[in-house]
């Protein structure tokens, strides 16, 4: 990426020479060039919200900016290309959408995530930090702001309006109100689940903003929670738990199973665990942000669940999917099982077949299968 810091190779995580999707886009490149040029003064404290894969960042390092980011993959990704443009180690400070945010902000960058909950309670949180003489600049892709985005900045920070577009992009310059009377949030938003979905009947689920169907329980999901496997105890994986409710449902069932719930958001694995302990779920379970299964042991697993994500970038999703089935696979004992639902029409049977040489069907129904792969 071309900046007027300089150029800067940057990758996204995990690095893969096949991937031929670039780690920054046109929004990140008009927000750096209009600081430039306009000269914004980039001193005092300079945060960063939702850098895709750390190229704000990484350009603008030696502003020693703080990052905050929901994403794991993100953060990795950040560290990575930091090291790769030789930015002095701690230029840039890493924080996660759970941890507190800075005390007073002046500069505020913010790169329009893709739920819009989210960008509600990012903004929230952090206005108590912004003051009159605060910069604001957002940035996005024309597609990704919509009027309800605007709408946003301008009831949480103040006066809002947008650039020209180019290249398809658009920046947001927001005045910041002090005085603004900005509503309670939102988040974390609690429900009660419906009766006739097995053990977890009538549990409370807490979501956080921003973690996969945050509202209400998704269709899918609902299918896969009166299709799950039955009391077998052992260690189990709720692989991308979101707000946790799968492997919530199977500690309910069966005490003697230990769960680890594993999400690359920080907000979905903060959901999960107030899931977890919202119902008062005898038994044992820890909560892990990360990649898949990465860094679990090999061979240490009895059961693997898992509602694979399919909304982002369909090369993305094929790839984490494809991840996350050969990462069950290494992290499976001999014998032991991924279950995963999916909609039929994602072909994921194929998958499991070549991964795990098998794959049954468990459940089905017009929209919906449910899969099972052993590890042989
Ligand atoms: C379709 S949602 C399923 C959420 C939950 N299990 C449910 O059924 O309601 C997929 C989840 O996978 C997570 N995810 C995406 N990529 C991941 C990765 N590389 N490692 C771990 N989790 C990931 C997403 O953040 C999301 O929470």
């Known amino acids: 990426m071309t900046t007027p810091w300089g150029a800067l190779a940057l990758t996204r995580f995990p690095e893969d020479p096949r991937d031929r999707l670039r780690a920054w886009d046109a929004s ?82 913010v790169r329009v995530p893709k739920s819009l909950a989210l960008l509600e309670d990012q903004l929230l949180r952090l206005a108590p930090a912004v003051h009159t ?46 005085a603004l009377e900005r509503p ?37 999901t609902r299918f896969f929670l009166r ?18 409710v799968v492997g919530t449902a199977v500690a309910l069932a069966d005490p003697s199973a230990e769960v680890l719930f594993v999400d690359e958001s920080f907000q979905a694995v903060a959901s999960a665990e107030a899931t977890y302990q919202a119902n008062g779920v005898p038994g044992q379970a820890e909560f892990r942000v990360g990649d898949g299964l990465a860094g679990v042991p090999s061979g240490s697993v009895d059961l693997v ?27 499976l004992r001999p014998g032991g099982e991924l279950w995963v639902i999916g909609n039929r029409h994602l072909g994921y049977h194929v998958k499991l077949r070549k991964v795990f040489g098998n794959s049954r069907l468990v459940a089905s129904d017009p929209k919906f299968v449910v899969l099972k792969a052993v590890k042989r």
């Open 227 to 244: 299709h799950l496997p039955g009391g077998r105890g052992g260690r189990v994986v709720d692989l991308g738990c979101g707000n946790g």
């Open 184 to 220: 309670a949030s939102p988040w974390p938003y609690v429900y009660t689940l419906p009766d006739g979905i097995g053990p977890a009947s009538g549990r409370t689920v807490v979501n956080h903003a921003g973690v996969f169907c945050a509202d209400r329980l998704d269709i899918g």
């Open 305 to 331: 669940l898992n509602n694979p994500p399919f909304h982002a970038h369909q090369a993305t999703t094929d790839a984490t999917a494809w991840r996350m089935f050969t990462g069950a696979r290494r992290a």
């Open 28 to 109: 990140d490149e008009y927000l750096l060039r209009h600081l430039a040029a306009e000269e914004v003064p980039l001193s005092g404290t300079v945060v960063v919200v939702g850098d895709r894969w750390g190229a704000l960042v990484t350009a603008l390092a030696e502003h020693r900016p703080v990052q905050i980011t929901d994403s794991y993959l993100a953060q990795e990704a950040t560290r990575a290309n930091l090291a790769r443009a030789g930015a002095e180690p701690g230029a840039v400070r890493l924080l996660t959408t759970q941890d507190p945010p800075p005390e007073r902000i002046d500069v505020l960058l």
């Open 133 to 178: 003489g605060t910069v604001v600049v957002g940035t996005g892709m024309v597609k990704e702001i919509h009027t309800s985005t605007l709408k946003l900045f301008e009831r949480i920070l103040g006066p809002t309006r947008t650039s020209l577009a180019e290249k398809k992009a658009r920046l947001i310059f927001c005045t910041p109100d002090p």
